[in-house]
């Protein structure tokens, strides 16, 4: 029997957190709704089983995703990541192979060359320790880019790196202590025997040339095999505990589970799931534009996970959906946002020990609300049947150019339609599910649905991304909702519309609500072609930038938002445009204030490029009579 | 004090000794932008609940600042924090959150004590 008492921190620690990952696994399994419990089931041992895996090997352990976005961060991950999955391994191999017998503890494998200290002298047998080796040196490198990475975050080019707490440093420490402390264990031992590639052997015949190598190899596998417990026994209570949620986060959303908007296991999980890698807070325009640092979805989902009062962190945020995009372990932090907006204030945090270091359940609970209604002063409306629906929304009437040019667009393709707000109408619900008061949007949603329904309509266009996203999402109107721009491209499509071409040059700002929120990217895009030249900018489709002038925040001051959309607007008009389009008109109102190219809706583009059939010119309706400054 | 024939109407009375500024303290706390206040009246202007009632977000930061919380606290409520008045008023108030804070301080029932 081949035994040593330094085994022992590293047999506890791992006992430990295999029991652990069990425990926590059944227990989210048993809190998922029993809908989502039948997905995972069907997902498990069904076809997403092995797109699960293939997403493990790619995500977990290449890190592909980040790889992408940032090399040299990317090949930190992965090298710690993979570097460390290969060494167990094929160091598992090893001890199957080369070891007194097969099937062994895993404490065998992992202090292989301990128990075997003569191995590895010739032939296949050195071939193989070289492979070891190259692994180990492999990991080092890793290791070296993530702790120079702790001090200068830039040479990993990442402009911020996340701010850890006390026991996050334990657990990082003790993280760091393995690979160096594995080394020097392997290279006294080699040393002693003279045995060991080209980087134990090396190394340890240096060491032992001055050094009593037998004897100093025995504490270093000590420090090795402590440090290997210390990181497991405290991965559940760091951010460490991302490694094994990761793995049950990826196999729940392959099965079909997503976020919603409701509380439960797996927001919980996707919680746990964040590594704090901070490249949510380079892709945040709160952090380059407005300079404010502490309030990026690392910090939330850290928050939450150290039961803390996150409610200004929850309100402080554009919700422009640009985190989501570029999270590398596909956590959708709008979604978790907006239920923590939800979610009732607490006034002092948990702070029990037991709490504290052995996290329950993230329970929310909602938000008490007086059981009236608060809208009931709306007076019904009698809508006239219709086929098309123009519904505004508050925002167009602020930029009525918008809503004066859908009429005369909607005037001349001759569609049937009925402007269902021309007078001002009420709120879509968005802006009130945005601040977490939704019972009071779901009133608004009642109240718009019925005067929609009444009218009959097959269709319901609206100007405004805002209205648009809730419109599609939360009024189950069981009819076709399309954005202005999908209309007009429609229009265009059946040829009701005639064009001219513009000769400007445009560049195209996609609305967070519209690209990323409902994910409209190709239509409005497809209509500005129509009608004028087309610039790219560097920040196009997905990867838009937000005006700043959302209704997402709402804690932002006045000069940070027009900081950030003089920013914003900067970069847009890098190639000198004639005219900033866009397709929201919060958006357009925000940019106007912030640069000197004029912006103009989509909706005006296609207006002033309009060709009104000459039987039709003389229409008495007073809104094609109206002729708006559109363009210099 | 002689009888001059004339009086002041109840409605213009200001009664500080009755008045309870303890919510506008709290949102002056949390959004400073509160006393940037000209009380020019943009916000109602454009107000889409004010398009039907006489909801005046105006009117409201005025008895918020002089403590008359009563009709606030009846009337806050009807906002729909659609977010025009914010995009409007010329001195950069934040008034989404000015309601929004108005809300949660008569719902967590704050009083003098503060």
Redesign the interface.
């Known amino acids: 029997m081949q035994f040593d008492p330094f085994v022992i921190p590293f047999n506890i620690g791992l006992n430990f957190i295999l029991i652990y990952a069990v425990v926590r696994s059944v227990r989210w399994f048993m809190d998922l709704s029993r809908a989502d419990k039948l997905r995972l089931q069907r997902g498990f041992f069904g076809k997403s089983f092995g797109q699960s895996l293939k997403e493990i090997f790619l995500e977990s352990l290449i890190h592909r995703k980040i790889l992408k976005t940032n090399f040299r961060l990317g090949y930190m991950h992965m090298s710690l990541a993979f570097g460390w999955f290969l060494l167990i391994f094929f160091g598992t191999l090893e001890t199957d192979i080369f070891g007194i017998r097969h099937l062994n503890a895993p404490y065998k494998a992992i202090f292989f060359r301990f128990f075997n200290p003569d191995h590895g002298r010739a032939g296949f047998e050195a071939a193989y320790s070289f492979l070891m080796d190259f692994l180990l040196a492999f990991i080092l490198s890793g290791l070296l880019l993530a702790v120079i990475k702790r001090f200068s975050s830039r040479v990993v080019g990442m402009k911020k790196t996340t701010r850890l707490k006390t026991i996050d440093k334990v657990a990082l420490i003790s993280l760091w202590l393995i690979f160096p402390s594995r080394l020097l264990a392997e290279s006294f031992t080699s040393g002693a025997y003279g045995t060991g590639s080209f980087l134990t052997g090396s190394l340890g015949s240096l060491l032992a040339s001055f050094l009593p190598a037998k004897e100093m190899a025995y504490p270093f596998w000590w420090l090795y095999s402590l440090s290997l417990g210390t990181f497991f026994i405290l991965l559940p209570v760091t951010r460490y505990m991302h490694i094994p949620t990761e793995l049950f986060l990826i196999f729940a959303r392959n099965s079909g589970i997503r976020t919603g908007d409701q509380v439960g296991a797996f927001s919980e999980i996707q919680t746990y799931a964040c590594s704090s890698c901070g490249i949510c807070i380079d892709a945040c325009q709160l952090n380059f534009s407005a300079g404010i640092t502490n309030i990026q979805s690392a910090y939330l989902l850290k928050g939450i996970r150290n039961h803390e009062n996150v409610s200004e962190i929850a309100y402080n945020c554009l919700m422009c959906g640009r985190c989501d995009e570029k999270c590398p372990v596909g956590i959708e932090l709008t979604p978790i946002r907006m239920i923590r907006r939800r979610a009732e204030v607490r006034e002092d945090p948990y702070k029990s020990i037991w709490k504290r270091y052995f996290p329950d359940t993230l329970k929310i609970i909602p938000f008490k609300q007086a059981n009236r209604q608060v809208y009931s002063w709306l007076s019904e409306t009698e809508p006239a049947t219709t086929d098309v629906i123009y519904f505004a929304g508050c925002m167009t009437h602020l930029t009525p150019a918008i809503k004066n040019s859908m009429v005369k667009i909607l005037e001349t393709s001759g569609v049937k339609y009925n402007f269902i707000d021309r007078d001002g109408g009420v709120c879509c619900g968005r802006p009130l599910m945005l601040a977490g008061q939704d019972k009071e949007a779901r009133e608004l949603i009642n109240f718009n649905a019925q005067t929609i329904r009444k009218s009959g309509a097959k269709t319901l266009v609206t100007s405004c991304p805002i209205c648009f996203k809730v419109f599609k999402e939360s009024y189950y109107l069981g009819i076709e909702v399309l954005h202005h721009s999908q209309f007009i491209k429609q229009l265009i499509d059946e040829e009701s519309l005639k064009l001219n071409f513009l000769r400007k040059k445009v560049t195209f700002h996609t609305p967070c609500e519209l690209g990323r929120g409902s994910g409209v990217y190709e239509e409005p895009r497809e209509v500005l072609k129509y009608v004028a030249r087309l610039q790219n900018t560097d920040y196009d489709d997905a990867n838009s930038l937000c005006c700043g002038g959302s209704l997402g925040n709402m804690k932002i001051n006045n000069q940070k938002k027009n900081k950030i959309a003089r920013d914003a607007a900067f970069e847009l008009t890098k190639c000198n445009p004639d005219i900033l389009a866009t397709a929201c008109p919060l958006c357009k109102k925000t940019f106007s204030a912030a640069t000197n190219t004029k912006v103009a809706d989509i909706a005006e583009l296609v207006a002033e490029a309009l060709i009104i059939p000459q039987s039709e010119k003389n229409i008495s309706d007073t809104h094609l009579k109206i002729k708006e400054p559109v363009i210099i | 004090m002689g009888d001059f024939g004339f009086s002041l109407l109840k409605e213009r009375h200001i009664d500080y000794d009755a008045n309870d500024k303890s919510i506008a303290e709290y949102i002056y706390d949390r959004e400073p ?1 509160f006393r940037l206040c000209i009380e020019c009246g943009c916000c109602s202007a ?1 107000c ?1 609940t004010g ?3 006489r909801f005046s977000l105006r009117e409201l930061q005025i008895l918020l600042k002089r403590g008359e919380n009563d009709a606030v606290r009846e009337n806050i ?2 906002c ?5 008045c914010t ?2 008023c010329p001195r ?1 108030v ?1 008034t ?2 000015v309601v ?1 804070l108005a809300r ?1 301080a008569f719902q967590k029932g704050l009083t003098y004590a503060i």
């Open positions: 932008s454009t889409t398009n039907f009632t409520m009807k729909m924090l659609c977010g025009k995009l409007v950069g934040n989404r959150n929004m949660e």
